[in-house]
Each structure stands twice: as structure tokens, then as C-alpha cells.
């Protein structure tokens, strides 16, 4: 091992050949024998040889990937991160995440300087920047945006059917005898289109509607203490629901403890459901039943959508995942 960083002269030594020669192999040029392929592989693992990013940004690609993350505490988003890196696992590609917060101008800003480094292409998880943003972005950059509906044709999306997924968890409810079934949602911080949140309380109305019962929104946020307080004043009320659709798991927990401080029995008293079915909601001492939109599928799609991108493709696509409802103990038939 040399001291100090390897460079590509260090490589072209060690396998005696020229620096002409690494730098295909490196870049993975065309008319590398198998040969000096070995040879160059065999240096560069050995010296352990890092390609400068920069350089290799000024010969077209970084093989780097940005993933934004609006909430870097969403249980629910690690299962996406896995999904990516998993799909580019066999690949050159290196995922690098940057965490954007919750405000269009800090995701704005993170962007921002993923472009800045020349990355060759972003995957925006829940971005709630202006359609006109995300679009303008799309020109600087291959862009797959994740879990926003509508979609652009300056970029992929990849979202769950949200319509159907509020809509499984309803007539699940409403099969156990339940009619007054409360939704919580999460309270618009932004006036961005087509976000999952959005499309998910307007799921659960259809679905009211289409049993004949009036629906019951109430908008705190998808936090755990937003589910807790949200739950206490759904249960304050004298004709309080026998059951509550949370938007979200990590809401669900909050209705599932303002349920026990309240001394209602779950799902004796009443019945709780969330989305995203976090790893938390298999445990036994929770067992929540939840709507499975598979994180997985949805960010190795948007990995796979965003090479495409990369390497040429120009039509936009938009891929939508069908959820599926995974009934556990926190659901039952209201009591007579």
C-alpha cells in the first residue's frame, strides 16, 4: 500500500501498463481486453484505488447517487433506502443520502447541492416543493421522484395507490360491523399536489361514501404524539369511533396508547389500523393492522427507473405499486 492517496499513476505501475490504459478500465471504455481488465483490477484492489469523484464527473459520470429523505425519522423510509441500494447492489453506483427536511426551501437547498457535486441523478423521497421546482430540478438532473402523485414529463415517479389502500382498510372495517370509522391525516405544512397523505384521506372518504357513511378527518400529523393527540380528541367526544384509520403506523402508536390511557381496550373497544406497516407493527405486544405498500418494490423501481434515465431513456414513466392489507389484533368487531 503507498502512503498518502493512490493516484492513477500508482495503479498504472503496479499493473504495468499506461495511465491511458487504467482510465478505461476504469470508465469501463470499450476494447479493454480481459486481460488488461485483470491486470488493472487486480492494482486497483490491492492499492485500493478510489477514482476522484471530480475527475470522473469531467468524463461524464460520477456514479453517484443523491437520495433526499423529507423525514429522516419516517420508519417507513429505510425500507425505500434498502429497496435502492439493494437494486444497484451489482453496479458501479454509489447511493449517498442527504436529509431535506420538511420544508420546500431546505429540500430546495439539499438539492441544490447534490446537483453542485455533480451526481448523476437524484431520487426525491415525499418532496413537497412546487411542481414547477421539481420540474426545473428534472432539467439539471435525471430525477425519480417517490411519493408524489400526478408525475411530470421531466421526471419518474414511483408512488403506492394510496385510493386503493385507504379504500382496503375501510371495508375491512367496515366487514367487521364498524360505521363510525375516524381517519387521521396529516396537517398541510405545503400546498404541493398530489402527496400521499392527501390522496390517502381522500381514499378513505371514497370509501366512506361508497358504504354510505359519513366520513371524520381529523388533520394533526404523522408523528406519534400527532396519533396520541389526535386519538384523545376523537375519544373525548360522547359518540367517539369504534374505530381509527391512521395514515400512517407511526401515528397508529400514538391512537394505540391514547387508547390504553383512556382505559379502552384494543380491539375490544375500539379498532385501530395504520399505513406503511413499519417492522414495530408485526410484534406481538402491538400487532397492528396496517397497509403494506412495500418499500422495497417501490425504491428498487425507483432505482431501476433512475439508471434508466441516466443512460438515455426521455419518456417519463410513472410506476404505482398495489398495497395489501395485513390484518393483525389491533382490528375486531365493535362491541353490541
Do not use: C, W
Not at 394505540?256 to 390511557?261: G, I, M, P, Q, V
Not at 395504520?274 to 408485526?282: C, L, Q
Request: proline share 4%.
Amino acid at each position: 500500500m503507498t502512503s498518502g492517496r493512490v493516484t492513477i499513476a500508482d495503479v498504472a505501475r503496479r499493473a504495468g501498463v499506461s495511465t491511458a490504459a487504467v482510465s478505461k478500465v476504469v470508465r469501463g471504455a470499450y476494447g479493454v481486453s480481459a486481460e488488461m481488465q485483470a491486470k488493472v483490477t487486480q492494482a486497483i484492489d490491492e492499492l485500493g484505488y478510489r477514482p476522484h469523484a471530480a475527475a470522473r464527473a469531467l468524463r461524464g459520470r460520477t456514479y453517484t447517487l443523491g437520495v433526499m429523505l423529507s423525514d429522516t425519522r419516517n420508519p417507513f423510509f429505510p425500507d425505500i433506502i434498502e429497496g435502492v441500494t439493494g437494486r444497484l447492489a451489482d453496479t458501479e453506483y454509489q447511493v449517498l443520502l442527504g436529509p431535506g427536511g420538511i420544508e420546500p426551501k431546505t429540500q430546495a437547498r439539499m438539492t441544490d447541492a447534490m446537483i453542485d457535486r455533480s451526481m448523476d441523478g437524484l431520487i426525491l423521497i415525499s418532496p413537497v416543493m412546487a411542481d414547477a421546482e421539481l420540474a426545473a430540478i428534472a432539467t439539471a438532473t435525471p430525477v425519480v421522484v417517490v411519493g408524489r402523485h400526478g408525475g411530470a414529463a421531466a421526471y419518474d415517479a414511483v408512488v403506492d395507490d394510496d385510493v386503493m389502500g385507504a379504500g382496503l382498510v375501510v371495508d375491512h372495517l367496515v366487514g367487521l360491523g364498524h360505521t363510525r370509522i375516524a381517519h387521521i391525516t396529516h396537517l398541510e405544512r405545503a400546498r404541493a399536489q398530489g402527496l400521499p397523505h392527501t390522496v390517502r384521506a381522500e381514499g378513505y372518504r371514497q370509501a366512506m361514501r361508497a358504504h354510505g357513511l359519513a366520513d371524520d378527518v381529523l388533520a394533526t400529523s404523522f408523528t406519534e404524539e400527532g396519533g396520541f393527540e389526535g386519538a384523545r380528541e376523537l375519544l373525548a367526544r360522547d359518540d367517539r369511533p369504534t374505530a381509527i384509520f391512521a395514515g400512517a403506523d407511526i401515528a397508529a402508536l400514538g391512537v394505540l396508547r391514547a387508547a390504553d390511557e383512556a382505559g379502552l381496550s384494543v380491539p375490544e373497544d375500539l379498532s385501530v389500523a395504520g399505513y406503511d406497516n413499519i417492522g414495530i407493527a408485526s410484534l406481538n405486544r402491538i400487532s397492528l393492522t396496517s397497509v403494506d405498500q412495500d418499500g422495497h418494490v417501490i425504491g428498487a423501481t425507483a432505482a431501476r427507473l433512475l439508471v434508466e434515465r441516466i443512460e438515455g431513456r426521455t419518456r417519463s414513466v410513472t410506476s404505482s405499486v398495489s398495497p395489501t392489507l395485513i390484518v393483525r389484533g389491533t382490528t375486531g368487531p365493535p362491541r353490541p
